[in-house]
C-alpha cells in the first residue's frame, strides 16, 4: 500500500485539530494553518470561509471621552474597550488627541485584529497582534469641525473582520470580479449564486436571436446584464445590493420614418465618457454582438398593447432629444438603492461604512467625490457647495444623522452642475413619464428613486405569451415572460411585470438579500 503523501497528512491533522479545538484551548487557530496547505488543498477551504464581501468593514462604534467607554468583541480578541483622550501637544488652536485601544483574550496566540479609524476629515488604520493597550495618535485636529465633530460623535471604528488572512483571500476574490477573463465571468456568477440565489442555467444554442426588428415598438425595454469585465464587476455588486437580476438597461424608439433607435444612459463616446445617446439600432446591436467584451446578456421586454396605445411617441423623441448628449446620472445613483435607515445594507454594510468609503474617497479624489455623491447630498440639506467633511458637520449640527440624510427622495427636478442627473433606468421611466405612462399620478412618482428591479416589476410589460413575437425565446426550452435575445445562461427576473404604479412608489423600500421583500407600497 502506498504510504500517504504528506498534503494529506497534514490536512488530516488540521481536521483533527478543528474537531480537538472546541473542547481545549489552542496556542493557534486552525485556520490560521490552511496557507501551509497545498493551494489545490486549502483554497477551496478558504473560499468558503471567505468572500468578497469579507472586504467591507463592519462598524463597531464611536470612541469619544474616557467617560464614554466603547466596548466590542473581535474577530481575534474576543474583549475590547475603546475610548479618546484630548491634548494639545502641539500648541495648535485645537490640539490634537489619543485613541486608547485596549485588547485582551484572544481566541489564538497567532490571530490579528485589524482595523480602520475615521472622522470627516481622516482615515488610518493599524492592526494588533498582542494583549495590551494600544494607542493612536492623531497629532492635530484639521480644525474647529473635526475637533467639535470628534468632542460630540468620536472616531469611528471599523472591524475587518476577516482578519488578515481572510481579508488578503477577499482581495483575492474580488480582483477577478473586474477582470475580461473567463475566471472573472466564473467569479461572477459565482458570487451572484452565494449572494442573490442566482441560477445561471445554461440554455440552449444559439445563444442569439435572430431577430425581426419589425416586432420591436417604441417604449419597448431592454434590460441588460453584464457578467464579466470592469462593468461585469461593478453590475454584480449593484445587484447584490439593489436585488435587481440585471445591472443595466435601454429603450427602443421608432421615428417618424419608421426607423428603430436605441436610446441608452451610459454609452461610452469616443472620448470615454458614459453619455446618454441616441442609436440606429443596427449601430447599437452589432456593437453589442462583436464588440462588447462584457459578454452582455440581453433581454427585450414588449410593452403591453394597452400600454403601447398611451405611450405618446412624439414626448418621447423630445426628451430623448433634450437629453441626447447629457452624462450618466452618476450624482443620484446610489440613491436609488438606499431608501431606509437600516434596510437596504445587506451586512456588514451600513451607513457608517458608506460614510468611511465616501470620506476615503473624498481625500483621494474630491473631484470624483462631488460628482458621485456631494452635489446630491448638498441637494438633501438645501446647502452648496459643502465638502463631504462639511455635510456630515452640518448634519451633526442640525441634531440629524447621515444614514437619515442618505434616506430622503431624489427629485426628478434637481439640476445638477451639469443638467439632470439620469442613470440608465431614470433615463427610461422618465421618458416614460414625459410620454404618459405614468399618468394620471405622474406628478407623484420620482423615477429617480426606482432601481432596475422596480422598472421591470412595472405592469407595464406583455402578459400574454402568445403575442409575443414569434422569434422570441426560439429554440429554449423554457419560455420566458419575455425575450431573451442574447446570452448563454437564462435570463431570471424575479416579481417581472406584476406591480401597478403608485403614489410615492419606491421611496422608502427595504431590498435586503437574499429575498429582497419589500412593503406594501412603499
Not at 445554461?202 to 446584464?225: C, E, K, M, Y
Not at 437580476?245 to 436610446?263: I, M, N, P
Not at 407623484?444 to 416589476?457: C, G, L, N, P, R
Amino acid at each position: 500500500m502506498a504510504s500517504p503523501s504528506p498534503s494529506l497528512l497534514l490536512a488530516a491533522a488540521i481536521t483533527l485539530t478543528l474537531l480537538f479545538s472546541y473542547s481545549v484551548k489552542l496556542p493557534f487557530h486552525p485556520r490560521d494553518l490552511l496557507p501551509l496547505l497545498p493551494r489545490q488543498l486549502s483554497w477551496p477551504i478558504l473560499n468558503s470561509l471567505h468572500s468578497p464581501v469579507d472586504l467591507l468593514p463592519t462598524f463597531v462604534g464611536s470612541a469619544s471621552s474616557q467617560n464614554n467607554t466603547l466596548g466590542w468583541k473581535g474577530a481575534c480578541f474576543y474583549q475590547n474597550t475603546a475610548w479618546m483622550e484630548f491634548h494639545n501637544k502641539t500648541g495648535s488652536q485645537f490640539g490634537g488627541g489619543t485613541l486608547h485601544i485596549k485588547v485582551s483574550k484572544a481566541h489564538s496566540w497567532t490571530c490579528m485584529d485589524i482595523y480602520v479609524f475615521a472622522t470627516p476629515y481622516t482615515v488610518t488604520w493599524d492592526y494588533y497582534l498582542l494583549s495590551r493597550e494600544h494607542t493612536l495618535e492623531f497629532k492635530e485636529w484639521t480644525g474647529k469641525t473635526e475637533y467639535e465633530y470628534v468632542k460630540n460623535r468620536g472616531v469611528s471604528i471599523f472591524l475587518m473582520q476577516a482578519g488578515m488572512l481572510g481579508t488578503l483571500q477577499a482581495l483575492w476574490d474580488v480582483f477577478p470580479l473586474f477582470t475580461n477573463t473567463g475566471w472573472g465571468e466564473l467569479s461572477n456568477i459565482g458570487f451572484l449564486k452565494k449572494h442573490m440565489g442566482a441560477t445561471f442555467e445554461q440554455r440552449p444554442q444559439p445563444w442569439v436571436t435572430n431577430i425581426s426588428t419589425d416586432d420591436i415598438h417604441s417604449g419597448d425595454f431592454l434590460a441588460i446584464s453584464k457578467i464579466r469585465g470592469r462593468w461585469g464587476g461593478f453590475e454584480t455588486l449593484e445587484k447584490w445590493v439593489s436585488g435587481a437580476y440585471a445591472g443595466h438597461s435601454a429603450v427602443c424608439l421608432r421615428d417618424s420614418e419608421g426607423k428603430l433607435w436605441v436610446g441608452e444612459s451610459g454609452n461610452e463616446n469616443e472620448q470615454g465618457e458614459d453619455i446618454i445617446a441616441i442609436l440606429p439600432w443596427d449601430e447599437w446591436w452589432d456593437f453589442e454582438l462583436n464588440k462588447d467584451d462584457s459578454d452582455p446578456h440581453i433581454a427585450l421586454l414588449p410593452l403591453h398593447p394597452d400600454i403601447r396605445a398611451k405611450f405618446n411617441k412624439t414626448a418621447a423623441w423630445e426628451y430623448a432629444r433634450s437629453m441626447e448628449g447629457q452624462p450618466y446620472g452618476y450624482h443620484n445613483m446610489i440613491f436609488s438603492w438606499i431608501d431606509t435607515i437600516n434596510e437596504n445594507y445587506p451586512p456588514p454594510l451600513d451607513a457608517h461604512v458608506i460614510a468611511s468609503v465616501m470620506t476615503v474617497w473624498n481625500q483621494i479624489k474630491p473631484t470624483y467625490a462631488a460628482n458621485l455623491w456631494n452635489e446630491a447630498l448638498n441637494k438633501r440639506l438645501e446647502t452648496q457647495n459643502l465638502s463631504f467633511p462639511e455635510i456630515l458637520v452640518e448634519v451633526e449640527k442640525r441634531g440629524s444623522s447621515f444614514d437619515q440624510l442618505l434616506t430622503i427622495p431624489e427629485q426628478d427636478d434637481w439640476l445638477y452642475s451639469d443638467g439632470k442627473s439620469t442613470s440608465c433606468v431614470a433615463f427610461i421611466l422618465e421618458m416614460y413619464k414625459e410620454a404618459g405612462l405614468f399618468d394620471p399620478i405622474a406628478s407623484s412618482i420620482q423615477v429617480t428613486e426606482f432601481t432596475i428591479k422596480d422598472a421591470y416589476m412595472l405592469k407595464f410589460f406583455e402578459n400574454d405569451s402568445n403575442r409575443l413575437p414569434k422569434w422570441c425565446n426560439d429554440g429554449d426550452t423554457v419560455k420566458l415572460p419575455f425575450c431573451q435575445i442574447k446570452g448563454k445562461y437564462r435570463m431570471e427576473l424575479p416579481e417581472y411585470n406584476i406591480m401597478e404604479p403608485y403614489p410615492h412608489m419606491n421611496e422608502r423600500c427595504p431590498s435586503l438579500p437574499p429575498k429582497y421583500s419589500r412593503r406594501q407600497n412603499c
